[in-house]
């Protein structure tokens, strides 16, 4: 069982190339989420999706987009990127939103580390 | 809005020597209190959620336990392996989780 696959683990990229971090996940998790970790920082939220065809924005969507075509995949797309997006990002998924039965309860796939220069 | 504060940022140890993990939290509607261990290059894994103040859980030498304001992770008796960064995160009733910065800890032999 690979839990939540994403590729690739490092990349670095020229600012105003765009790019695609892939996710994946074989758990049939209804939930998945974007996250950015950066150094001293919590995690925050970029975008999620409750299900195929279904996404939103988080906490720090801009120069990001999303689209979530299947329940297992949820790629991430950067946009013109800059140095303000070299962080580690992390794609995760869940079950549910909510509920005692950990529903709720986040898998992490390993992180895709960006660097933009 | 909610927010989560963990203390402190960084915590040395040595081996044996127990200490306990500090997560504040404000949060409107708590719906769940997360504990997550981070290694170096890995995602976060998760250990623990807390529903209600008065709860506590416990896996091999973490304890977690839950007040109205704030959340401790104890660690007895800490062994080498026990090193990573410790994430506190909170879900209110907007249900999205909101964490804190984390505690990284180190144990030494």
């Known amino acids: 069982n690979a839990g939540v696959t994403q590729t690739p683990k490092f990349r670095i990229l020229k600012i105003g190339q765009s790019m695609t971090l892939q996710c994946t996940q074989d758990?049939?998790?209804?939930?998945m989420y974007w996250y950015r970790q950066d150094p001293g920082m919590g995690l925050k939220l970029i975008y999620y999706?409750?299900?195929?065809?279904i996404t939103d924005k988080g906490e720090v969507p801009n120069g990001y987009n999303v689209s979530r075509s299947t329940t297992e995949d949820f790629p991430l797309r950067l946009e013109l990127a800059a140095p303000s997006q070299t962080s580690v990002y992390f794609c995760?998924?869940?079950?549910?939103?909510w509920g005692l039965g950990g529903a709720n309860v986040l898998t992490f796939g390993a992180g895709s580390r960006l660097t933009v220069l | 809005e909610d927010q989560v504060t963990q203390s402190p940022e960084a915590l040395r140890l040595q081996e044996g020597e127990s200490s306990s993990l500090n997560c504040s939290y404000t949060?409107?509607?708590?719906?769940?209190l997360f504990w997550y261990r981070q290694d170096p290059g890995k995602g976060p894994e998760f250990l623990f959620t807390?529903?209600?103040a008065g709860e506590e859980k416990e896996k091999e030498r973490l304890k977690a336990t839950l007040t109205k304001k704030e959340s401790f992770l104890h660690i007895t008796a800490p062994k080498p392996e026990d090193s990573a960064t410790y994430l506190c995160?909170?879900?209110?009733?907007?249900?999205?989780?909101?964490f804190g910065q984390g505690t990284r800890l180190t144990i030494n032999p």
């Open positions: 758990m049939n998790h209804n939930y």
């Open positions: 999706s409750v299900g195929a065809g």
């Open positions: 807390l529903y209600s």
């Open positions: 995760a998924s869940s079950y549910g939103s």
């Open positions: 949060v409107s509607g708590l719906r769940g």
């Open positions: 995160a909170v879900q209110g009733g907007a249900q999205k989780l909101v």
